[in-house]
């Protein structure tokens, strides 16, 4: 259309517009706190949500279809912020072709398995080529800690354990396991069978660790 029929045909819907907004706006008023009480699992910014939601009974949708398809959306949100994480990917390819997919030990044994599986990679991963790699184990932390939905999203899983003298990291693939590779700190028998895990994808590349 052109701009001067398509404004003012918006004029003339204007007040009809606004109208229809208001019963959004009303029924959303009227329904939320009914909502809130019926919903278990809330996603976040779960008052947007919730108001959200209630609001879509006044224009004939279901307040339970928006929250699916929110949450939904979320999820595909943090997956896809967990895939552009140079580290997050790499946690996430090392445990799904591991031989035993999850991990307990601090963040000084973790890096030093992703530094091997890092290296010995032989396909074209960006995460491979990453410059921001971690280069110490609290930066490692951060980055785990603060990419934790992201993992989740993925697939992944990830929780802290131990203490604040000794502070754990436990990372798992699908069903979080009743039992883990748990050491206060990784045994050498535990992280050699790890690291040669990690280096398996190219053996002839073998990388040396202590």
């Known amino acids: 259309k052109p701009e001067l029929r398509l404004w003012a045909d918006f004029e003339a819907a204007r007040p009809m517009l606004l109208g229809v907004l208001l019963d959004g706006v009303v029924a959303g008023l009227r329904n939320t706190e009914t909502l809130r009480t019926k919903v ?3 996603p976040r910014m779960a008052d947007f949500a919730l108001f ?3 609001a879509m009974q006044a224009w004939g949708w279901r307040s339970e279809t928006f929250l699916e398809g929110y949450m939904e959306m979320s999820s595909r949100l943090a997956a896809d912020a967990g895939r552009s994480d140079a580290v997050l990917s790499a946690i ?3 445990l799904q072709g591991a031989k035993v997919q999850n991990f307990e030990g601090t963040a000084s044994d973790l ?3 992703l530094d091997v599986f890092r290296q ?3 396909e074209d991963r960006a995460w491979v080529k990453d410059v921001g790699w971690p280069k110490a184990p609290n930066q490692l932390s951060r980055r785990i800690r603060s990419g934790a939905e ?3 999203a993925m697939g992944g899983g990830y929780e802290e ?3 604040s003298k000794l502070m754990l990291i436990r990372l ?3 069903k979080k396991p009743k039992l883990f590779h748990k050491s206060a700190v990784l045994s050498p028998e535990v992280k050699k069978m790890l690291m040669e895990d990690a280096e398996s994808r190219a053996p002839m590349k073998a990388v040396r660790w202590g």
């Open 172 to 174: 798992w693939w699908g």
């Open 150 to 152: 992201g993992l989740r």
């Open 40 to 42: 278990k699992d809330l």
């Open 111 to 113: 890096l030093a398995i």
């Open 120 to 122: 010995n990679e032989i």
């Open 161 to 163: 354990a131990g203490n």
């Open 92 to 94: 996430a390819d090392w």
């Open 52 to 54: 959200a939601a209630s």
